[in-house]
């Protein structure tokens, strides 16, 4: 009886999802979105989500510790003991000395990558941003080449959602339809600009071309049938909520010689296209995962390696470089070794930043295409997840540059004692701390 009632709640629960939660479908983009470009410096939903992560620590740490206590309790009872955590792990790794320099650039990492990837999981995330009009923006695409008189020089790829508005502020709305036209490489704008009108018209009305013509793109390119496109104009023309596009007039603006684009298989101009009804639009977030984007894991790994390499040379000086550039003559076997020393500094790069990305990025995918296919019910498993992964990749991140850091500061100082025979004289010496601090 138990299962059965297990099961009618869990049934109703994805049918009120669909009704309710159901997420349109998936528009899956590696690079973050571009909100605003300023010239050589561009704003994208994964700039803006490093950002208010910073803001959220920033502010939080203020306000739980505005009023400091001698004895702490609340807030400030929480957040110390965190941080105590935190030290207490640094500490037993590195050693009382070198914690001290490690352990603000190791909790920060921590902290931050922690923040940001347990933020990403809100549900304004990858809802709210702004909506790019991209029925307005096909048909420009196709006036541009129509002026040049120049057929298209490579495929394009236009993706949207339906939409009441486009432009300013937009919200993803719940099972919106999905637009799709594809622009190949050699048409002729005037083919394009036939096809579209027959992909509006099978969107926006009942229409469907009977004589195979191939709206979206999918099939192999060529003229569209002129009844096929007749048909479509006259579809949406009836429709006084579809599309309309509107003639081009030859002795005002939108004319012939102000970007019209004549339509192959009805010989007649076009100069433009209007929606008086639902648009075609992409709402481009005004956040998404910070290191769902490689750029932002690849500036952490950046600054992990030069902290690490500066480390080094604090505490060794400029003999440092003698754990990669090793003599030759002396000893080819550690000269190879040094080499491979050097190269893995580098990889360390790529390490820190793709592993931090591929799990980010990948649980954000699998998170859309499980809203996308069973809302509401599905995805509450993979958010515990999700929580989980943040975390483990916090951890990871942290503890790896952590333990990086530790051997460049001792590393060179093991090879000394082993080359001058004091390795004994240490151990002799009744010297129990980690060798971190033996190196400093």
Known sequence: MKIILIAVIALAVIAAGFVFAAGPEPHIVIPGDVLWDLGLFQVTSTLMAAWLTMLVLIVGTFLMTRSMKLIPSGAQNFIESVIEFLYGQVEEIAGEVNARRFFPVVATFFLFILMANWLALLPFYKAIGITKDYGHEIFHEIQDKA??????????HFFAWQMEDAGGLGLVQSGAGTFKFDIHTGE????VLDRYIIALAEFYTDFAPSH???????????????????????????????????????HGEGGADHGAVESVALGQAFGGVEFPGDKVAMVYPFFRA??????????????????????GFQSLGFGYLGKFFINPLKNPILTFVGFLELLSEFIRIISFAFRLFGNIFAGGVLLLILTYLVPFLAPLGIYGLELFVGLIQAIVFSLLLLVFAVGAVEHHGEEHDEEHGHGEAHGAAGHHEPRAVQAH
């Open 147 to 156: 002026e040049a008189g120049k057929p298209f020089d490579k495929d394009k």
């Open 188 to 191: 002729a704008p005037g083919d």
């Open 290 to 311: 910070t290191f769902s984007d490689l750029n932002n894991t690849l500036a952490l790994a950046i600054f992990a390696f030069l902290v690490i390499e500066f480390w």
């Open 212 to 250: 195979g013509a191939e709206s979206n793109g999918e099939a192999e390119h060529g003229h569209a049938a002129p009844e096929d496109v007749a048909a479509a104009l006259a579809a949406l023309n009836a429709d006084p909520k579809a599309p309309k596009f509107l003639p081009a007039d030859a």
